[in-house]
């Protein structure tokens, strides 16, 4: 059992059995504190509240925040009003109830106390602010987040700088992994760069109410081979990661060079990534000559999702925005949308709704843009799974990959090893070798199959060209998931984009 885990079980013991003795210096049968909701009944009752405050926490997640209010107004039955001690009913209840259920210093007061008592204004607005921060932060953890998107890999669906509302519910809320870390920082302290939470506690994957990722749905993740990265955001980070590098560089230049800026980071601080789940657990998804398959049928194609094509125009005519706009077509050049292979013929990055509606003046002519083995621009080695001899798979022509499943039993053999030993090794913390000759242990035991124990997704980018998914790292572990893009809450470029506030995401 892991710390995390001991850790809470002991804090839950704690709450009740600190609980159990104040109740009985309220004059409440002991025993009732260890029955769940029915010692909220009791709080509210001896307190003479009113019975719709308990109600109340039966609402998800903002019920948590009447249970934590009951319980600040029941320490203020023992006289403890001082904004340490509402801290510690927050923040330590495992600590700060059993002392005042067994301190012989401590006694119920009731209500006539709390009746005489007046807070400051300044108290009134520490409260207020210390509150409003915990309130905020639940809400950031098992509500919903705003998330800015920060790359083109998913243009046009969404556009840079698009600041959206992301659905911690839609697939459950996930109890984060580092819990005493910085309200509102992800993993980095603004101005001292340093890491923004502790590892003292590390609690497991564990997420309530869950519900599956469902194909198409466009989701934000944590970055799965972030878990160790070059912290240098200009080269690498999430731009160049860790793995790349070593496959580039090999493992002891890498080290030699980057020794003392290489960390390592728990799945909830790695880079928040937003991309549409292609395929889920079980699927077997592959591109065709730059169209998606998924079980063998054609992926739904989105109006908004985009590819390169290649445009030829008669000779002597330059193409430029312009002209582009008047046939149905935007571009943004900084994005690399409009790239000129030769003088009369230029890469052009159409969404599928602009391809159905495309006004071509006479001497034009549209041809798909299918990327090549020898493309440079577009290298294979980069494409995962790294090491499959002899591979001819392109962006456009790759796969099948299968996606693993929970449940799902694969053989161990140097194909499946090849494609699924980050599963087993990394995301599902086995100890796997590989001791040649087709023979390979897991956990030190001798294993020729091996069975997954969480769902996998393949997230790719709607900007099919122009974005760093699932073909270049692999499998999104269900562990990573965030939660659900559901709104464009607001949206800006030189001033806001007006059509696009208050969206929804398809």
């Avoid at 699927?283 to 290649?310: A, T």
Wanted: charged share 20%.
């Amino acid at each position: 059992m892991s710390i995390g885990w001991i850790l809470f079980i002991i804090a839950a013991i704690g709450w009740h059995i600190g609980l159990y003795g104040m109740f009985k210096k309220a004059g409440i049968d002991g025993w009732k504190a260890f029955i769940p909701l029915y010692n909220t009944w009791c709080m509210v009752d001896k307190m003479k509240l009113g019975k719709l405050w308990f109600f109340l926490q039966l609402i998800p997640i903002a019920g948590q925040f009447i249970t934590i209010w009951i319980c600040i107004k029941f320490v203020e039955h023992f006289g403890r009003f001082g904004f340490l001690h509402h801290a510690a009913t927050v923040l330590f209840p495992f600590i700060y109830f059993p002392y005042l259920g067994f301190s012989k210093n401590e006694k119920y007061a009731g209500s006539l106390v709390v009746n005489n008592y007046k807070k400051s204004a300044a108290r009134e607005w520490i409260d207020a602010a210390f509150f409003a921060i915990v309130a905020a932060t639940l809400i950031r953890t098992f509500v919903f987040e705003a998330y800015t998107i920060p790359t083109p890999s998913m243009e046009k669906t969404l556009l840079v700088n698009d600041f959206l509302f992301v659905s911690k519910f839609s697939y459950g809320p996930r109890i984060p992994n580092t819990p005493i870390a910085m309200p509102f920082v992800h993993h980095t302290m603004p101005i001292t760069n340093t890491k923004s939470y502790l590892e003292w506690i590390h609690i497991p994957y564990t997420r309530w109410f869950a519900s599956p990722v469902k194909r198409n749905d466009v989701v934000v993740f944590n970055f799965p081979v972030n878990d160790t990265l070059i912290n240098d955001e200009v080269n690498y980070g999430s731009r160049t990661t860790y793995y790349e590098a070593i496959r580039q560089m090999g493992r002891e230049k890498v080290w030699d060079v980057y020794k003392d800026i290489i960390i390592t980071r728990p799945v909830d601080k790695r880079e928040n990534f937003i991309k549409r789940c292609v395929g889920v657990g079980g699927d077997v998804v592959q591109v065709v000559n730059g169209k998606v398959l998924v079980n063998g049928q054609p992926q739904e194609v989105f109006p908004q999702s985009q590819r390169y094509y290649r445009l030829q125009v008669p000779a002597n005519d330059y193409l430029d925005n312009d002209k582009l706009k008047d046939m149905g077509i935007t571009v943004r050049e900084d994005q690399g949308d409009k790239l000129q292979e030769s003088p009369n013929v230029f890469r052009i990055n159409i969404t599928n709704e602009e391809k159905q509606h495309l006004k071509l003046p006479p001497g034009y002519v549209l041809s798909d843009f299918i990327v090549d083995v020898n493309d440079p621009n577009f290298p294979v080695k980069q494409l995962f799974p790294y090491y499959l001899s002899n591979s001819t798979w392109t962006v456009d022509n790759y796969g099948p990959v299968t996606v693993p499943k929970k449940g799902m039993k694969i053989e161990l053999n140097p194909d499946n090893v090849i494609r699924y030993q980050r599963c087993i090794e990394t995301y599902e913390e086995n100890k796997f070798e590989d001791k040649g000759n087709g023979q390979y242990l897991v956990n030190g035991q001798p294993a020729t199959s091996y069975t997954f124990k969480m769902d996998y997704f393949w997230m790719m980018g709607d900007n099919r060209h122009n974005s760093l998914d699932s073909r270049y790292w692999g499998f999104v572990p269900e562990d990573h998931v965030v939660g659900k893009a559901s709104l464009i809450w607001f949206s800006w470029e030189g001033g806001p984009r007006w059509k696009r506030l208050f969206r929804s995401i398809k």
